[in-house]
């Protein structure tokens, strides 16, 4: 029996997840169609690829 519950506590957790990653993906999408999103993607690129880092450097 607990090994039947822990089962579906990880599908309901796996559901959870899968659900705000669909919502973070919906946002992500809702951003980019709004006018701030050249200003605010640029910058949260920047902290994150190194590369950015490099050709602003040169």
Same mark, same amino acid.
């Given at each position: 029996?607990?090994?039947?519950?822990?089962?579906?506590?990880?599908? !309901?957790?796996?559901?959870?997840?899968?659900?705000?990653?669909?919502?973070?993906?919906?946002?992500?999408?809702? !951003?980019?169609?709004?006018?701030?999103?050249?200003?605010?993607?640029?910058?949260? !690129?920047?902290?994150?690829?190194?590369?950015?880092?490099?050709?602003?450097?040169?």
């Amino acid at each position: 029996m607990r090994i039947v519950a822990v089962v579906d506590l990880a599908k !309901l957790a796996a559901d959870h997840l899968h659900a705000s990653l669909s919502g973070v993906v919906v946002m992500v999408r809702s !951003l980019s169609n709004s006018k701030a999103a050249p200003l605010s993607l640029p910058t949260h !690129l920047q902290r994150i690829s190194p590369q950015s880092r490099v050709h602003r450097s040169d």
